[in-house]
C-alpha cells in the first residue's frame, strides 16, 4: 500500500454522530445542530479526524429522518441551514472533518415528489419517478418483502401500489428516471458548495432493480443484514450511479469522498463500490458481524484487507452504529456475530465493558480507517429495557425481526451530572436514559486513569505511532486465544480472546493496554479480554 498517494481518508477515524442523541441545545429534548456545535471541542480532544452525522433534513422522521421531505433544507427539529454551515465552518476551525448522510434509494412519502406522483394519478408521468405499479388481482405486484416488516408495497386509493423496501413512508426513487439523477447530482453540490468533507451513502446498493421488479421466488424472508442475490439489491446498474458522483466529488478541493452502506453478499462485491473511479470507502459490516474468536477475527480481517486491497481501497473497520445492538452487549451475546435480528439482552456489564474496551484497542490498531459511534468511548452499554410505549423504531412497531430494537443503541448521551438527562440538554431527553449513567458521563470519566474515555483519547493519539509503524499486517504466533500481529517492524497489538490470563515473552515498550496488563522481569501477563499495543 506504500505506493498509494497519502490521503486523509485511507486511514481516518471518523465518529458517527446520531444528531437527535448526541446534544440538545433548545431544549426540546431532542438533540440537535447548535448542540453538536457546542461539543466540538469535544470532539477535537477526543481526537477524531472526521464526523459523519446522521440525517438532518427536512423530514416526518418516520424512520428518524431516514424519510427525507427535503434535502436542501435542515428539519426545525435540528435548526437550520445557517446552523449546518456554522457548524461545518466550526469543524473546520478545529480540525475535524464533516460527513453527512445522504439517501438517495427512497424519499418520505411527504416529499413534495411523492405528493404530485399520487395527486396526478396512474399513468402520470409524475409517477414514474418512483416505482408505481398495478396489482395482481387484490395481491401486490410482486413477492417483494419490506425489510421492516410486511410487503414492500403499499396501495394508495386509485388502486395502484408503490414500492417501499422500508416503510410505507419510504417511497423507492425510480432510478432509471432521468430526473431522479439530475436531482441527487444537484443535492451533492448543494452540500459540498456548503462545505461538507463528503457523503455516507444510506443503502448504497439498493438504487437500482432489476428490470421488470422480478419476484424473488421461494424464499421471501431476509433482511437487510443477510439478503444474498436478490432483484433489488447490489445490480450492476448501481455502480455506474457512483462513477458519475465521483466525478463531482473529484470537481471538488480537499478530498471530498463518500462512504457506502452496501451490505452485498461477499467482500469482493462489496469491494467494487470502492473501485478507483467509484467510492472511496465501504462499511465494513462482515467484521461488525464476526465474533469474537482469534481464528473468526484473523480470517475476517484477511480477508477485508485482501478484498480492499484489490481494488485499492483503505478497507474500514466498525463495531457499532445506530442500526446495531452496541457491541458492549453484542459481544457477550450468543450469536455474538450477528449484528441485527436478535432481541438484545441484558450481559455482566463488567465483563461487556472488558471486552469491548478489548475490541475497540484491536480495531484501532488495524489498518485503515476507523468508524466510531458516539458513546462506545464512554463505554455505553446498549439499553435492553426500554418500555414498548417510548420505543421509535418503525420496524419494532412493524414487528419485523430485522431492526426492531434499534432503539436501545439510540439513548442520548450522558454528558455530566448525576440524573437524567445527564447534561445531554436542558430538558428531557427523547428515549430515557438509565438512572445507572451517571458514572459513565463524559464529566465522570473525563482525566480519569483507566477510564474508557481516557483510553479512547489515548489511543487516538498513539495512533499516529502505530500509522507510522506502516500498512504491511503480519500474524505472529501466540499462545492459544491470544490474536498477535505486527505493523511494519515497530509496532505489535496483542489481544488475549481466551478464558483466563496469559502469560508471554514482554515485545517491547506497553502502549497501551485496554485493561492491567502486568510486566515483571519481561514476563508480560494480559488478563481474559484484553487488548494491548507495543512499540518494538
Ligand atoms: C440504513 C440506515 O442506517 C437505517 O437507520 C435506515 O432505517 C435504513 N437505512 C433506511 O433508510
Known sequence: MSDLPPAWWRDAVIYQIYPRSFADANGDG???LPGIRSRLPYLRDLGVDAVWLSPFYLSPQADAGYDVADYRTVDPIFGTVEDARGLVDDAHDVGVRVIVDLVPNHSSDQHVWFQQALAEGPGSPLRERYHFRDGRGDLPPNDWPSIFGGPAWTQVPDGQWYLHLFAPEQPDFNWDHPAVADEFRTILRFWLDLGVDGFRIDVAHGLVKEAGLPDIGADTSWHLLDVGESPCFDRPGVHEIYRGWRRILDEYPGERIAVAEAWAPTLARVADYVRPDELHQAFN????STAWQVEAQREVIDASLAAMHAVGAPTTWTLSNHDVVRHTNRLMQENQGEVAGRRPTEVDAEAGLRRARAASLLLLAL????????????????VVDLPASVRQDPAFHRAAGQDGYRDGCRVPIPWSGTAAPYGFGPGSSWLPQPSSWASLSVAAQDGVPGSTLTMYRDALALRRKVLAAGDALTWQDAPGGVLAF??????????????GPVTLDAPGELLIASGPVAIENGIATIPPDTASWWSL
Open 486 to 499: 505486527e505493523r511494519g517492524a515497530s509496532f505489535r497489538c496483542l489481544v488475549n480472546m481466551g478464558d
Open 30 to 32: 431532542i438533540g440537535d
Open 285 to 288: 459490516f462482515s467484521y461488525m
Open 367 to 382: 489498518p485503515g480507517s476507523a468508524y466510531l459511534y458516539q458513546g462506545e468511548e464512554l463505554g455505553l452499554p446498549e
